[in-house]
């Protein structure tokens, strides 16, 4: 049932953004309506739905796999949910999300992920703040890695992390740029912007072979359900 209402509700409100951007951009006065117009028809019309949407108070929906291909499937509909009241200008791309949640969770199998809800190895430096710490790690030395309620929750707080602090502002560069040219948000590209994100040196080359191997993982799960229709 939740399912379906999320798909209804993600389904009307596109539908709704599209009426109300050609309705008002035509009711102008003109039927080739000036691209920024539209664009800022759009943007308004985008934050009315994502206010409305968060005023339905929906919950989020259950983080349930016992392999890869569940795993994928339960953080889509999560980011789903997310980016249902996240400004679309502030979205960040589902397969990057993808792609670090695998690597950094080990595909939702780690101790973090399972005792810690985190998906990222997000870490806290309040000692206050609910949190584990590293096994090799016997007592507190400036961070710990940080507790979520939910799965889901570690996913909004990534978002946010990306739209705000001061290390992904290339990141942000980028999106935008990518953005104001009408471009979909590649996540291949952006993905080399985060290189204050990990230690790792060759980081971002793991999350794209990461999101490669999501995309054979969908397109083997799209055949088979084809196959069984």
Aim: aromatic fraction near 12%; glycine fraction near 4%.
């Amino acid at each position: 049932m939740k399912q379906t209402l999320s798909k209804f509700l993600r389904v009307f409100r596109v539908a709704m953004i599209g009426v109300v951007v050609l309705s008002v951009s035509y009711g102008a006065g003109t039927f080739n309506p000036n691209i920024y117009t539209v664009a800022k028809i759009e943007n308004e019309t985008e934050r009315y739905y994502n206010n409305w949407a968060a005023s339905l108070g929906l919950n989020e929906p259950s983080f349930e796999y016992t392999n890869d291909v569940q795993f994928v499937k339960a953080l889509n509909k999560c980011i789903d949910f997310v980016n249902f009241t996240t400004d679309k200008h502030q979205r960040v791309p589902i397969e990057m999300i993808v792609g670090q949640a695998a690597l950094e969770s080990g595909w939702g199998t780690s101790r973090f992920a399972l005792e810690a809800n985190n998906l990222f190895g997000i870490r806290t430096y309040k000692k206050s703040e609910p949190h584990l710490l590293p096994l090799s790690m016997k007592k507190w030395k400036g961070w710990g890695v940080k507790k979520f309620e939910t799965k889901c929750d570690s996913v909004k707080y990534f978002v946010n992390l990306l739209n705000n602090h001061h290390a992904y502002e290339e990141f942000r560069k980028v999106r935008k740029d990518m953005l104001r040219k009408n471009q979909p948000l590649d996540a291949t590209v952006l993905i080399k912007t985060l290189d204050k994100y990990s230690t790792t040196e060759n980081y971002a080359e793991l999350v794209i072979s990461i999101i490669e191997k999501t995309r054979k993982l969908e397109t083997v799960t799209a055949s088979s359900i084809t196959v069984e229709k």
